[in-house]
Every structure is written in C-alpha cells, then in structure tokens.
C-alpha cells in the first residue's frame, strides 16, 4: 500500500512539474478560462438580463477551465506518453496504470481549481460582477463534490484515451457539448427535455447545480439531492473504469500494439 | 508565360502535398471530432448561451455569427497547424532550404483551408437552418455565398500572419487557439462591437470576420451587393494586409533563422 501511494506521489510530482513548464497549462487555466468568461460576461450583462445571470459568467468561465484540465491532462497525459515513447514502460511497470493516473488526475484537480482566479477577477475588475448571496459552507462542499466528480470522469475516461488513439480527438470535439449538457454557462433547465435527460446521467450537472444555487438566493436549494445525485453517479463511473481498467490491461498485453493504436 | 505555368504548378504540387502530408483532420474520427462536432456543439453552447441571456427571439444573432466564425477553424488553426507541423515532422528545414517561390508556397498553404473553411460554415448553416429553423427565404443567397468565401479568405490571411510566428516558435498552435477564441469576443460575433472599450474596437475592425460578418448578416437579411460592398471591400483589406504582413514576417524569420542555422532551434 506504501508503495502505491509513493507511486502516486510520484506521478503527482512529476505531472505537477511538467505541467507548471507547460504552455498548454497556462492555456488552459488561465487563458481558456479567462476568454470564455469575457464571452459569459459580456452576452450575460446584455442591458435588461436578469443581474442573477452574471453569476454564470464569474463561475462559468472558472468551470470550464477546471474541467479543462481536469479532462485534459488526464487524457493528454496519456497521449503525451504515447507521442513521447514512454506508454509501453507505463504499462510495464509493476505499479497498476490506475495508480500512476491517480497522480496525475489529482495534479490536473489541484492546477485546475487556479481556473476560478483569474476569471473572478476579471469578473470582479473588468464587471464589477461578484457573487450576490454566496453561501460559503455550501458553495465548499459543492466544490468539494464537483472535484470528486471530475476525478472519477477523469479516471474513467482515460483508459479510453490509452485504447483508441481517436477517442481523445472526440471528447475533444464534444468539449463545448460538456460545457452545454453539465450547465457550466446556463441553467440545464433551458435545454430541450431530451437533452435534459441526458445531462441528468453527467455527474457534475448536479454539483454545478448545487454550486450555481449556493450563490444565488432564488430558485430551489435542494442540495442534498443533487450532492448524493454527483456522488451515486461518480461512484457508478468507478465501478465502470474499473472493467475498463482491466480491459485496457489485457488488449494492450495481448495485441503489444499500445502506441500503434 | 512559361514562368507563370511553372509557378502554377508548383502552386498546385505544393498545395497537393500540404493536404495529404499536413491538413491534420485527413481521417474520418479527426474530420467528425473538430469539423462537425466542434462546429454543432459551439454553435449549441453560444446560442443557448444568447437564448439564455437575451430570450429565444435572438437565437438566431448567436447562430448565424458563431456559424460563420466557424471559418476561424481553419483559416487560423488549419494554416497555423500547416507551419507548426512542417516543423513536427521535420520538414521545416527542406521547405525553406527548397528554391521554390516563397510567394507561392507561402500562399499554397492556404488553399486548402480556405476550402475547408468554407465546407465548415455550410456544415454550420446547415445545422443553423435545422436546428434553429433559420429562415433564407427573404436572404441574399449569392451575396451570403460571397460571404462566406471572403470571410474564409481573410481569416486564411490571419492565420498566415500568426503560422509564420511558427517558424520560431514550437507551440505555436498555441496561438490558434488563443486567436481562435479571441476572435469570438472581438469580433460582434456574440455581441455589438459597440459594446466592447474604444480602444478594443480599433482592435476589432482591424480583424477579419468583423465586417464580414456583418455584411453576412445583412444578406441574410436580404441586403444588396450595393449596399454591404463597403463592408465586404474592407473585409478584403484587412485579410490582404494580414496576408501580406505575414509574408514579410515570413521571410523576415526566414532570414534569420537561415542566417544563423536556426530553422530547429525554437
């Protein structure tokens, strides 16, 4: 057990280095982030909106920086090793795939929770836009649940990312749908019902929700619903990485054509 | 005469070989991830965005505009990826060592997108008139075709300016995405340019997509030539002159880097 968590560790460290040296980081924390909040804010505060609307443009931008990285670093890592030659020793390795990944999956969470800075402050300075009626205990506990959320995403996706070569490329493609189907920018509420049953299966709509409600006064407060809602769907994406897991064990074992896939 | 058909055809080879050997979305999975996904699900996060800030009557402003900036993706991405993956795959060095006309290898690395850009737009009017009912019965279809063509031209002109910074630079599809996006808060893509400070209005009108996009609204609206060719002659302008002022840049760099050996050094 030790040694996994030194495992870990490590890969923590080494994903964090990497990551404070790369220019993709910044792109995708603070640039990313900053430009979709100018985009929020801007359509958000269009004279006679609603002034709780500009709540979607401080936190909005932050979101989709957060899970930016999150999502990204997870799946990029893994392409980064492929590109850079180092998968097949990944695989190698005694240390099960799932612990390296954990490293940097929680290094992606840590660099990625920077995302809210820099929009809040542009909220803040360039709109004067704050958060009317934050909640501070339930806003932490949100974030909290969010975080859990986008770590097992992260961790469940990426086993993908390691089999087919293309499914980073699609999830790539289909970032801005997340951003639509979680609510990160707007209320689910005003998509249409289908596309309302599908964002209720993503785990993070409900703790964006949560999030969005302990900042404003209006609307309903149901946030033990929506907390057990992220936590009970995050635990059923573990339950399928861990197949995936093991699935991706044994193809790229059998097939030894991990970096050709 | 003769020198003319020669360049032609060196046009034509290099044109050829930039599409098989550096258009990066040349296969199913890459062509549906970042030509039609991307295109329907930025479209679906800007209108829902509008429809949520502004109500379901203006859907159509955030559709139109966001499908039109569509060219973006490859007249700054696609050029700026050609440059930043001569250098990834080592090719960088041949071209520039290669005696052909700059002039016209600068400009085959264009082609290709430009014709992209324009399908990608149609992939995001297309999606526009189904899923957001977009009416073209009363719009200007030959002018908004026009359109179309020159908003791809002059974004394919920016991103020539920004590919040449790929000479020495490693990341430079960094920059594509910083443009990209960049191009989606200055551009009255989403919103007025009126709205945004003065000096970020010089800024906007000084960058391709602004006018034509406009003048790509009014014809939709069933304007004339007569009365956006202003719009469309400066559109023009300000592509040509990026275009142009990456040329300069381009052998500027390539001076340099040749001077000192540094075509692998960034």
Known sequence: ?261 | MKRLVLEGQVFVRSTYLQYVALFQWANPQGYVAYKVLLPVTQILFFVELGVYATGRQNALYFALGNALQLTANAGIFGVIATVANERQYGTLPILLASPANRLVTFLSRAFVNVIDGIATVVIGLAVVVVIFGLNLQHANLLLLALCVVVISLTTAGLGLMFGSIGLVMRDAIIIANIVYYLLLIVCGINFPVSRLPGAVQVLSFALPLTRGVQAARDAAAGASLGQVGGLLAGELLVGLSWALAGYLLFRLLENWARRGGLQEAY
Not at chain 1, 45 to 58: E, K, N
Not at chain 1, 175 to 189: D, I, K, N, S, W
Request: hydrophobic residues 55%.
């Open chain 1, 1 to 261: 057990m030790r040694s996994l968590a030194r495992a870990a560790l490590s890969a923590f460290r080494v994903s964090m280095r990497l990551r404070v040296i790369s220019p993709w980081a910044y792109l995708n924390w603070l640039v990313f982030p900053v430009l979709f909040a100018a985009v929020g804010l801007y359509v958000l505060s269009t004279p006679g909106a609603a002034s709780s609307h500009v709540v979607y443009g401080v936190l909005g931008g932050g979101l989709i920086g957060y899970w930016s990285v999150a999502y990204l670093d997870g799946g990029n890592g893994i392409q980064d090793e492929r590109w850079n030659g180092t998968l097949e020793q990944i695989f190698a390795t005694p240390t099960p795939l799932w612990v390296i990944l954990l490293g940097k999956i929680c290094g992606g969470l840590l660099f990625g929770l920077l995302a809210f800075l820099p929009t809040a402050a542009f909220a803040y300075f360039g709109f004067h836009a704050v958060l009317p009626a934050l909640d501070a205990g339930r806003f932490v506990i949100s974030l909290g649940v969010l975080t859990l959320s986008f770590f097992c995403i992260a961790l469940t996706l990426t086993p993908l990312f390691a089999l087919w070569r293309w499914a980073f490329s699609m999830l790539n493609g289909f970032e801005l749908g997340v951003y639509v189907l979680c609510g990160f920018m707007f209320p689910v509420a005003i998509l249409a019902p289908w596309a309302q049953g599908v964002a209720g299966v993503l785990g993070p709509t409900w703790a964006v929700r949560a999030l969005y409600a302990s900042t404003l006064s209006e609307g309903p407060h149901d946030y033990a619903s929506w907390w057990l809602a992220t936590i009970g769907l995050s635990l059923a994406y573990l339950a399928g990485a861990y197949f995936l897991y093991s699935l991706v064990e044994r193809r790229a074992r059998m097939s030894g054509q991990l970096a050709m896939v």
